[in-house]
Structures are given as C-alpha cells and as structure tokens.
C-alpha cells in the first residue's frame, strides 16, 4: 500500500505540469530524477518553500494517513512554486511549472536518458540547489535580465517576485 501511495503521488505531481501542446517529447525520466533529488535549503527562509512541498502531500493525502519517508524534492518544491507564481502574476500553475523547467533549461532533457543526458540534469540540479547558478539567476528557476541584487544570495520567494515583476513590465 505504501508503494502504491507513492507512486500514486508521483503521478499526481507530474499532473501538475502541462507541456506545450507541440512539444512531442516526454519527460517521465526527468520527472523521476527531480523527484529522487531532495531539495535542500541553505538560505534563511527558502524552509517556507520545503514547507509549501509538504503541503502537497497534505493536499493529495486527503486526509489518508500515510508517512513519507523521503525529503521534499525539486519536484515538489517545482510545483509548489508554480501555485505561487499563478496566484502572483496570474495564469495557470501546470503552465507555470513547464515554464520552471524552462527556466532551468531542463526541457532539454527528453527521454530516453542516456547516462550523459542523466549527469547533465543532475548537474542542473546541484546547481539550483547549491545555488551555484549566474547571479541575474540564469540557471535557477528565476532568471532575470536585470537583476539589481545577486539571485544566489537571496531567498526563492524574493527571486519570484523580482521575476514576476521583471515580466509584468515587459
């Protein structure tokens, strides 16, 4: 029963991504390795954001009792972030989660994986993660093309709403 919620819950989540309709490839490899991938925090209120992945559990559990054993992953903290930038700049979150992969250059990445292909996306996610990505935030989920403050040092919700406003102006 446990596998089954989890797996259950995988799908779920990757049902709150929507790909452009002439995209002819699929990502569930993608999509398993940003799952297997925990996020961690190293910056002071980007917990809030573990947090937000948390609450998707709590929302696809319903009210079941079940205990997830792992972190929160990228793929969680993905579609959680993407319910907050609907709700901020307007549009609809599975929209705004393929625009997240986007952002990362992670569309990219289609299946099959080749082990290169694998070490690419890993790559991509250490440097979200460790926040080794450009200081506009080019290689994080928040690119910008005029970032007044450097993106690595500062909290995702902060690059969020600099990237919203950033394309609200354009």
Same mark, same amino acid.
């Given at each position: 029963m446990t596998q089954q919620i989890e797996y259950d819950y995988f799908q779920w989540l990757i049902s709150q991504i929507e790909l452009p309709a002439?995209?002819?490839?699929?990502?569930?490899?993608?999509f398993v390795r940003m799952h297997e991938t925990e996020f961690i925090w190293s910056i002071p209120h980007d917990d809030d954001r573990v947090q937000d992945g948390l609450n998707l559990r709590v929302q696809f559990l319903d009210g079941r009792r079940h205990e997830f054993i792992s972190g929160v992953s990228v793929l969680e903290v993905l579609i959680a972030l993407s319910i907050r930038v609907a709700f901020t700049a307007g549009g609809h979150a599975p929209i705004w989660a393929w625009q997240l992969i986007e952002n990362l250059r992670l569309d990219r990445r289609p299946d099959p994986f080749t082990k290169g292909r694998a070490d690419r996306v890993d790559e991509t996610?250490? %440097?979200? *993660?460790?926040?080794?990505?450009?200081?506009?935030?080019?290689?994080?989920?928040?690119?910008?093309?005029?970032?007044?403050e450097d993106? %690595?040092? *500062?909290?995702?919700w902060q690059q969020m709403n600099a990237y919203v406003n950033e394309i609200q102006q354009l």
């Open positions: 002439d995209n002819p490839h699929t990502y569930n490899n993608l996610l250490e %440097t979200l *993660i460790w926040r080794t990505y450009q200081r506009d935030g080019k290689g994080g989920f928040f690119p910008l093309n005029e970032a007044t993106q %690595t040092k *500062i909290d995702i």
